[in-house]
C-alpha cells in the first residue's frame, strides 16, 4: 500500500490518541485486511494500549473513529477513506477508495518493472552469507533450501535499494578435511586391489570413488586439496544449475594463513576480554549476554571453531558491511549467543548480525518419505532434486514455508502440470496474461486510460493484490525470510484466474478493453517481478 496514506493515518490516530491523554508507546502500526468485507487497513493499538489505560478496547476505538472522521472532513485522506469503523473486540478498520486503488495502478502501470523498487535500504551494505557447505561431499536437500531462501533474500533487499554481496565461507581445513583426503586415499588403494579396512567415521559416499579414480590418472600430492577442489567444482555446477551465484567464496584457510585470527583475538585480549583458565583461552561471552564463557583456544593450543568464526566476521566489518545475514542450519543454533557477544565485543550492535535457522526439509515421494539417496546411499542430494523436478519448482517449493519451519517437498506434486502445482499455477497465470495482450487486435496504450470503469467486485481485489506488492517486500525484509512472497504469489494469480473466468479483456467497448488490458499488465508485472525475485523463470507461453 502507498506509504503517503498510511503515514498520513498514522499521524491522525496519533492526534487523536493524544486528546484523549492516551499515548500509543510506539506500538500503533496499520495491517492490510485479508478479507475485504472488513474494510482494507486495520490497526488493533486500541487493544494493544487498553489494559495499562484502564479503558476498553471498544471505548478506545470508537473515541478514536469519531475524532479521525471530523478530521479528515477538511482533508485530501476524504476521498481516499469511504468509512472508518470499529470492529471485531477493537479493530480499528479502514475502507479505502476505488479511486485510491485506481490511482496505484496507474502508478505501477508508469513505473514498469520500477515499482517493486524503493529506497529503503539506500546506503546500507549488507553481507549474506548461506550455504557453506563443508567441500566433503555434495550438496544436500538442507544446503539446497538454505541456498533458495538466502539467494531469494539478496533479491529483495537489492530491490529495496541495499547494497548486497553474496559469500560462501568455504571451510577448507581442519578434521573433517584431513579425513576427505584419508577418504579418497583408501579408496584409491581399493581401485588399486588393495585389500584395506575402511574407518566408519571417513566418507562412504560414492562420489569418493568418482574422486579417487580422478587421483588415479594424475599424480596427486595432497588427497584433501585434491578432494576440495574436485568436490568444490561440484558444488559450483550445481549452484550454477540452481541459478545460485556467489560474489565471493571465502576461505577458511586463506583467514588463517593471512594471521586474521591472531589479530582478531589479540584485539579481545586488549580490550579484557580473554582470559586464561586451565590451560586455554577462554571468552568473556557472558559479559555480552551468553550463557557461559567460551573456549577459544584449546589447552593444547589448537583453535576452537569459534576462533576463526570471530575472525570472519570482524573481517566481515572491515570490508564495510553494516548488516551481517548468516543463513545456518538447526545444528547451529547454539553458536548464535556466542557469535553475536563477539560482534558486540567489537563494538557493534549486535543486530547488525542476523543469523537465520533455516529448518531442515522432508522429501516425499508418492505419499511417502525418501529416507536415502538411491545413488548416493547417504542422503538427498540437490542434483537429485534438479534432476526430477527442475531448478523453477526446486527453488519455488523450497520457499514454500517459513524459513524457521519444517518443510514437506512433495516430488510428485512438484512434476505437476497443473493448478495443484503451486509454482506451475503462478507460471500459468503469467502466460495467459501473455497470451492475451500479445493476442489483442487493441495495441495497449498506458496513456490516457479510464481506470475508474474497472469497479467490478474482481477488477477491485485484483488491483488490491497488485498492489500489495510493496508490503509484502517489507514483510519479507522485516523478518528476513522470502516465504511470504511465494504466498503472494500464490494469492494473486488465483485473483488474476477469478477475475479472468468472469470477465472478459478483449472484445469489449475499447475503452473498457484498454482499461482491463492495463488491469492484466499490472497483475503481469508483479507475477514477473516476484517470480524473479525468487529466481523462477516466466514462461510467456505454457
Known sequence: MRKDIQSSLVT????????MDLDSGGLLSLELVQDSRFGDLTTNIALRISKRTGRSPLEISKAVIETIKKEMAGSPLKGYI???????????????????????????????????KSG????????????????????SVAHARQAAAGDALANILINLGFDVKKEYYLNDE?????????????????????????PEDHYQ???????????KSGKVKNFSEFGVEYILGIIKKELEDFGVRFDNWFSQKSLRESGKIEKALGFLKEKGFLYEQEGALWFKSTEFGDDKDRVVIKSDGSYTYLAPDIAYHQDKFKRGFDLLINFWGPDHHGYINRLKAAVAAFGKSADSLSIIIVQLASIFRAGKPVQMSTRRGQYITLREILDEVGADASRFFFLMRRTSSHLDFDLDVAKKQTSEN????????????????????????PKGLDLSLLKEREEIELIKK???????????????????LTVYLQALAESFHKFYDKHRVLGQQDDLTMARLALIEGAR??????????????????
Not at 503451486?422 to 496504450?445: E, G, M, T, W
Not at 497488485?466 to 511470504?484: A, E, G, K, R, V
Open 12 to 19: 491522525l490516530i496519533e492526534d487523536s490518541l493524544k486528546k
Open 82 to 116: 469511504t468509512d472508518v469503523k470499529a470492529e471485531g473486540a477493537g479493530f480499528i478498520n479502514f475502507y479505502l477508495s476505488n479511486g485510491y486503488f485506481h490511482e496505484l495502478l496507474k502508478d505501477v502501470i508508469e513505473k514498469g518493472r520500477d515499482f517493486i
Open 120 to 139: 529503503t535500504g539506500k546506503g546500507k551494505r549488507v553481507l549474506i552469507e548461506f550455504v557453506s557447505a563443508n567441500p566433503t561431499g555434495p550438496l
Open 174 to 198: 581442519g578434521n573433517q578435511i584431513n579425513i576427505l583426503g584419508r577418504s579418497i586415499e583408501l579408496r584409491l588403494k581399493e581401485l588399486s586391489g588393495e585389500k584395506v579396512e575402511f
Open 205 to 215: 559416499g560414492e562420489y569418493i570413488y568418482d574422486i579417487a579414480k580422478a587421483a
Open 422 to 445: 503451486p509454482v506451475y499455477y503462478v507460471q500459468y497465470a503469467h502466460a495467459r496474461i501473455c497470451s492475451i495482450l500479445n493476442n489483442s487486435s487493441v495495441k495497449f496504450d
Open 466 to 484: 497488485i498492489c500489495q506488492f510493496s508490503y509484502i517486500m517489507n514483510i519479507c525484509l522485516t523478518t528476513l525470510d522470502p516465504y511470504m
Open 525 to 542: 508485472l508483479a507475477l514477473s517481478c516476484g517470480l524473479e525475485l525468487l529466481g523462477v523463470s516466466r514462461p510467456e507461453k505454457m
